[in-house]
């Protein structure tokens, strides 16, 4: 098995790699944290791990030379990785915002629409744009929910994380487009969604240690 010829596949595939990466490391940041909100922290977990294994499948998806079957094979999981962490970010949002009940009682509707997402793209030969509109409609009704958060105080850290899924937004709208630059080497679209989600990711955990450690200070 080779490496992919393409300069911008390959550089794809680096960024893909250093995300997985990261989400890897705020994982293993998040679980250490002493949180009385072990329910909210167990579900960051979750949407960290899925999207660290939707990256680590783009990493092979994009940097090696794969025979078609094999390539679409390993789409299957990567689509299902991405339309879950899409669902849980959305209760992530619904349990600072109204409030752990709330959150639990959504969590299976919420995952049968990861999985819906997920049919949707197989009916339909796995056409991206489809999670691109997916992806930006949760993330918009997240962003309400932590601006509101973020403006009333009622959340330590809403304020970054809010900056996290704005920069999110971007990289979708990014991603959906057709840039490309040369920075020492050359990005695609793809590559460039990639650089502006490690920002947003970066981002977004500030803001969720915050938040978690802050629970736990005022529980204590």
Not at 54 to 82: C, K, M, N
Not at 138 to 160: E, K, N
Request: glycine fraction near 12%; proline fraction near 2%.
């Amino acid at each position: 098995m080779q490496l992919n010829p393409s300069a911008t596949e390959l550089t794809t595939a680096a960024t893909d790699a250093a995300l997985g990466l990261l989400c890897l490391v705020v994982l293993l940041r998040l679980a250490a944290i002493p949180a009385n909100a072990t329910w909210k922290r167990a579900l960051w977990c979750w949407v960290f791990g899925l999207l660290g294994l939707a990256s680590l499948l783009g990493t092979v998806v994009h940097g090696l030379e794969l025979s078609e079957s094999i390539f679409q094979i390993l789409w299957r999981p990567l689509y299902l990785s991405l339309g879950l962490t899409v669902a849980l970010f959305l209760v992530g949002g619904i349990r600072d915002w109204r409030g752990e009940r709330a959150a639990r009682a959504v969590l299976p509707w919420a995952i049968g629409l990861g999985a819906g997402f997920f049919a949707l793209t197989q009916l339909l030969g796995g056409a991206f744009l489809i999670f691109v509109v997916y992806e930006a409609g949760a993330m918009m009704a997240t962003l309400g929910m932590y601006v509101f958060l973020s403006t009333t105080g009622r959340l330590a850290g809403a304020g970054m994380i809010s900056l996290g899924i704005g920069l999110s937004i971007v990289a979708a709208a990014v991603q959906a487009s057709a840039l490309s630059v040369r920075l020492i080497v050359p990005f695609d679209h793809n590559g460039l969604f990639h650089l502006v989600q490690l920002t947003g990711i970066a981002a977004l955990a500030n803001g969720l240690r915050r938040g978690l450690e802050n629970e736990s200070v005022s529980r204590a």
